[in-house]
């Protein structure tokens, strides 16, 4: 049978009468924007994270530009974050007005370096933005060491990471704030496009909030001019539901993902590392292969559906011309070789034996795996 690369429809099947449930709620009350329904969405993934506050927006990158914002950052500043990553995560930061400035990541766990970092500060650094890829988080204690050297604001890009944990933390409460998306494919999905903020910074949170909302401090009173970003109520109700399940769902696919390492160790690719102090919740199961193009076929014509996150790095994006010459050769090297395969919490042992095996087919004779990651790393 074919393999869905994400397979939303089994998973809103086991909860569909709590989400009829939901959505007539909302319906019934007839208040479609903010509200109740936001307000206890925003309590409950606040104590989720483990902050004190949580803003709810619109989207992903209006969670990361208001934050920015909100913290003051703007034209003339410039915001470190890395070149492997969704464009999202640096758009954002020119929205603000102020600069990206890009830096390589770990060559095993495709993370944001903190050494790194460091290097890139000049006198108009102000903030860093760092991404928890795949589903795991950036090592935080030392890049908040670095920002705290440097008096430097951190704004978490959760967008792929809601229940990770870092030394035993949640994602979101590990920086000054954090920004998530909640797009449908998401490990908790709305049923269209929502996202917030989390921080234990009741004047930031705030600030935050007036900027979804027209800079209302007030209704019809507009303390700042500024944009309606906010989360609408079905989007709060729905995610309320979904927020019960999480912990399961990564449960589940922490349990594929385990699969995937046993049945895939030995062939010619770069399996997924975990990186130090982390437990993932693998929003991506994402290999490297030399040929990828070429495994991309063969899975797809064994009836394997895969995606591919990111096959163009920022710097190389025609969206960044200003950025056509500079190099970053392990981003670069992801790009060209990074594969992503099936994962979600319903996934079988049979699915995963089935991809298992096309991968194995499509791999008879290629070079070693140890290749793979020697090359990126040089």
């Keep these: ?136 988080t950036v090592d935080m204690d030392p890049l908040m060491d670095i920002a705290r050297r440097h008096r430097l604001f951190v704004l978490e890009d959760a967008c792929q990471a809601h229940g990770a944990r870092y030394k035993g933390r949640r994602a979101g409460g590990l920086g000054h704030a954090a920004a998530f998306s909640f797009y449908p494919g ?59 399940h999480l912990d399961d769902w990564n449960a589940g696919r922490r349990r594929a993902a385990a699969a995937y390492a046993e049945r895939l160790a030995g062939l010619s690719l770069a399996l997924p590392v975990v990186a130090p102090d982390n437990e993932p919740v693998w929003h991506l199961y994402v290999v490297r292969a030399a040929d ?28 960044y011309p200003e950025f056509a010459g500079l190099r970053f050769p392990i981003s670069e090297g992801i790009a060209d070789q990074c594969l992503s395969l099936p994962l979600f919490a319903e996934l079988t042992d049979n699915q995963i034996d089935q991809v298992a095996r096309a991968v194995r087919s499509a791999l008879r004779g290629a070079s070693a795996p140890g290749d793979l990651v020697a090359a990126l790393a040089r």
Aim: aromatic share 6%; net charge negative; proline share 5%.
């Design 1 to 136: 049978m074919p393999i869905p690369f994400l397979d939303l429809k089994t998973q809103l099947a086991s909860i569909r009468p709590e989400i009829d449930t939901a959505i007539a709620r909302v319906l019934d009350s007839a208040h479609f924007i903010l509200g109740d329904e936001v307000d206890a969405f925003e309590t409950e993934f606040a104590a989720f994270c483990g902050t004190r506050a949580c803003v709810g927006v619109d989207t992903g990158i209006s969670a990361l530009e208001l934050t920015l914002r909100a913290a003051g950052i703007g034209p003339g500043d410039e915001v470190i974050t890395v070149a492997h990553t969704f464009i999202a995560t640096v758009s954002a930061i020119s929205f603000s007005g102020a600069t990206p400035v890009l830096v390589e990541v770990d060559p095993t766990t495709y993370l944001m370096d903190p050494r790194r970092v460091e290097a890139a500060i000049t006198p108009r650094t102000r903030a860093v933005v760092p991404v928890h890829l795949y589903g795991q």
């Design 186 to 244: 998401k490990n908790l999905g709305a049923a269209g496009d929502a996202g917030a903020v989390t921080t234990d910074d009741p004047d930031l949170a705030g600030r935050i909030r007036m900027l979804r909302n027209y800079g209302q401090s007030a209704k019809y009173h507009h303390d700042m001019l500024a944009f309606n970003r906010r989360l609408d109520s079905l989007q709060a109700a729905i995610l309320r539901v979904k927020l019960r």
């Design 292 to 319: 990828r193009d070429a495994l991309r076929r063969h899975l797809d014509e064994a009836g394997v559906d895969t995606g591919l996150h990111y096959p163009v790095s920022i710097h190389r994006q025609r969206a």
